[in-house]
């Protein structure tokens, strides 16, 4: 999604601004601009496309600049074009903008029966035309609290202005936005990871806030106008982590770094010595939980799916899960002694961001589970679980999947235990096998020639089902996501039980169907499901576990990952669908980590 960047400094800025936005490009964008602030005139240049291309026009004719802002943008108002890539500039000012202006049609109209020509079929060259008028009649900060004070909507906002060359402002409202320091240049980004060659001390503006950016100053102010101070944080240094090694992309480094994000994740977590979990600070007693509600979207939605079955499972207690664009426009009945808890990668996703707030207005408790630990919903909730994966840079989830996944099997079975839900020998030898899943992770990665075979069944098919019962049925529909994303091959995750109810009709002679059927109660089920399938004529490509021995004759290749633990398969059968979604998007020459149309983090609605 769009990204933002503003660099103040007593040098050129425009080299630093292009690493910056390379550094954003793993959120996925189509069109790239800088503009540079060179006496007295607004230095502007955008293209549609790469990053690099924006660069290739630099190189041809430098920006000089000590005052800049650049932009990758996702296009929400207006096709990719270098029309509606920002910067968006008048005679006096320039704005970057990430979010959404939703009065943006209102308020063009109001401009355009004032005279004001559009250039861009964009919602932020409102905000462009209306600080130009207010610069009319005030100084650069005023024109811009009486313009936000007109938007609807969400935005994160960097400005710089034609007749004031020492400073950038920045804005925030819904989408995150920090500011970083160093000695003799002070910079604004959409994350901190954009700004991490340059510092690791930021500080992060909350909604309603304005700062302002000079070489050698940082100001903020509230929604009052009033001064305010911030706290400045060290952010930790994964430089090396976020370098793709000799992975040909990040998404195939991030799939076999998942043994270590197992391991990391499982010993911030378990106490070796004591044997046990070490979750603390709860901000309910687990015994007086009344429900748990799970929130999330796309993947992150699919491990609240996966945790459903387990806490079900695992405790008495009532568990709901909901996708975040959902829950927040629901008419709930906010209870106290629930637990809300949400589940992000990146914890900057607009939607799940908004039904926090919402949870927040309400006064119940929040846990949020994140990679990203300084992002807003991690500082905006009660209780933060991080999952220590690292910097996800590929689009497709995969670590942060396995790293959601086990954060929420570890807090299922310690809230179980505190409940008297689980008897400790079953605690403690549960605790027992989580030791042994990075390994059995290791080993299901090993699989990997196997499903590049799969992979090659996929390239001439219409379309694919993945079939999967209990939590086996989140993991299917995860495997379809990813293959959709990655490939652009239609695919639809389904619980196999439901196939006669409909989707059945789909099946047709040699179209791929994965089913997956760990050896656990719902086997035989899955298998008389997945015959009706066979009579059909689909192609099965089986995905089991290696508990018990018998493949069926009628399968096309069986895929068996190591048994572990039955609550565990999840985790493990996830693996294989990872690499196949990958496998075909490479044998489709497709863009692995930057997937047409998508976004690493969704910070619009
Ligand atoms: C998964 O591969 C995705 N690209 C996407 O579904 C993602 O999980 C979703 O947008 C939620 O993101 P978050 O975890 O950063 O909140």
Redesign the pocket.
């Known amino acids: 999604m769009c990204g933002i960047i503003g660099i103040a400094s007593s040098k050129p800025v425009s080299i630093n601004i292009i690493n910056s936005l390379k550094k954003l490009e793993y959120r996925g964008y189509d069109s790239a601009g800088i503009a540079t602030l060179e006496n007295n005139f607004i230095n502007e240049k955008k293209c549609s496309g790469r990053v690099d291309e924006l660069e290739k026009i630099l190189f041809k004719s430098p920006s000089d600049g000590n005052i800049g802002i650049g932009h990758v943008r996702w296009a929400t108002h207006g096709v990719p074009n270098i029309a509606n890539a920002h910067p968006h500039s008048s005679e006096s000012v320039s704005v970057v903008h990430n979010g959404i202006i939703e009065n943006s049609d209102d308020l063009k109209k109001e401009l355009e029966a004032k005279g004001a020509i559009f250039k861009s079929d964009t919602d932020t060259e409102v905000i462009t035309l209306l600080i130009t008028e207010e610069l009319k009649k005030s100084q650069p900060l005023k024109s811009v609290f009486k313009t936000i004070k007109k938007l609807k909507g969400s935005f994160a906002l960097g400005i710089i202005f034609k007749d004031f060359s020492d400073f950038i402002i920045g804005a925030r409202r819904g989408s995150p936005l920090a500011v970083g320091y160093s000695s003799k240049e002070n910079y604004l980004g959409s994350d901190s990871y954009a700004l991490k060659s340059m510092t690791n001390k930021i500080s992060y503006l909350d909604d309603g806030e304005l700062c302002v950016l000079s070489k050698d100053n940082v100001s903020f102010y509230d929604s009052n106008e009033k001064k305010i101070n911030k706290k400045i944080h060290t952010v930790s240094d994964e430089k090396n982590i976020s370098d793709k090694g000799d992975f040909k992309n990040f998404m195939s480094k991030e799939i076999f770094e998942q043994p270590l994000t197992a391991k990391n994740c499982i010993s911030e977590y378990l106490d070796s010595l004591k044997k046990d979990i070490n979750i603390i600070n709860f901000p309910l007693d687990p015994r007086n939980i009344k429900k748990i509600i799970l929130i ?7 491990s609240c799916l996966v945790a459903k079955y387990w806490l079900e499972e695992l405790t008495s207690l009532d568990i709901e899960i909901d996708i ?1 664009s959902e829950f927040r426009y629901r008419k709930l009945k906010f209870d106290s002694d629930n637990l809300y808890i949400f ?7 607009a939607d ?1 961001a908004a039904a926090l707030d919402i949870c927040k207005k309400n006064n119940v408790k929040t846990c949020s589970i ?2 990203v630990i300084e992002s807003t ?1 991690a500082r905006n909730s009660d209780w933060v679980l991080p999952i220590h994966a690292g910097p996800e840079i590929g ?4 670590k ?2 396995i790293g ?1 996944l086990i954060v929420l099997y570890i807090l299922s079975l310690k809230i179980s235990f505190l409940r008297g839900d689980l008897d400790k020998k079953i605690y403690n030898q549960k605790i027992k096998n989580l030791e042994n899943l990075s390994n059995s992770i290791k080993k299901t990665l090993a699989l990997e020639s196997n499903i590049q075979l799969m992979a090659k069944e996929f390239l001439n098919a219409r379309g694919s089902m993945f079939l999967g019962r209990g939590s086996s049925f989140p993991i299917a529909l995860e495997g379809a ?2 293959l959709k ?1 990655l490939s652009y091959l239609h695919a639809e995750g389904y619980p196999a039980g439901e196939m006669k109810h409909g989707p059945l009709a789909l099946i047709e002679e040699g179209l791929p169907v994965i089913v997956i059927a760990p050896k656990d109660k719902y086997f035989e089920k899955t298998l008389s499901n997945m015959q009706e399938v066979i009579a059909r004529g689909g192609k099965i490509f089986f995905i089991t576990d290696n508990k018990k021995d018998s493949i069926s004759e009628n399968i096309r290749f069986g895929i068996r990952v190591p048994y572990l633990d039955s609550l565990l398969s999840p985790i493990l059968l996830a693996v294989p669908l990872q690499l196949l979604a990958y496998h075909v998007a490479l044998l489709k020459n497709c863009d692995i980590d930057k ?1 047409r149309n ?5 910070t619009v609605e």
């Open positions: 999330g979207c796309g993947t992150a939605f699919h975040a589940v992000s990668q990146s914890g900057e996703t799940t994140v990679n919903i689009v497709a989830s995969t942060a999947f959601q996501l990813k994303e997937p998508l976004a690493k983090s969704v």
